[in-house]
């Protein structure tokens, strides 16, 4: 008896942990959204961190400028989330980065993270667990959305370090 109390205990134990962690790797909607909205204020608080004069600044003559890499993260965001993940029409979603103003381009980069949040919220749990080909690879929509913000991120972090190089305190992360 004791022996079984003991395997019962274990099994119910292992359930416990398998669950536990499955639940919390799964990642709600509203969590997201949460998530998705800081990460468009710290791509705007990096963007004005930047003195004007240091928009066209490139760490290499083949390197993105400053406010290209920012550029860029906005319209990777809303060329993936209207080709990949059923977001609506974006053509009013464009901006001109040479020209463009500091000011214009924060507005931009907030339009794109809200269009993306919105794509991303609008699919329903079939559509995000839909296998779709992206960039040549069999992915989910939900392995999109992960790999959108990955790369969101990825160029926020080029940006911070071009902060730096041009002797500026990039602003502090704020994760939740």
Known sequence: MKQVFKYFSGALL?????LSGSLQAQTTMAEFATKWDHGKQFTIDVLNAMPDSGMDY??????MSFKEQIHHIASAIVGISQGLLKG???????????TASK???????????EYGKSAVVG???????EVINAFGNDLTRRQVIAMMDDHSTHHRGAAIAYLRSNGVTPPAFVGF
């Open 14 to 18: 292992l359930t416990a942990i398998m």
């Open 58 to 63: 490139k760490t290499d003559p083949e390197a």
């Open 88 to 98: 609506s029409d974006a053509s009013a979603l464009k901006i001109d980065v040479a």
């Open 103 to 113: 000011a214009e381009l924060a507005e931009y980069v907030a339009k794109a993270y």
């Open 123 to 129: 699919l329903s749990e079939a559509d995000r667990a």
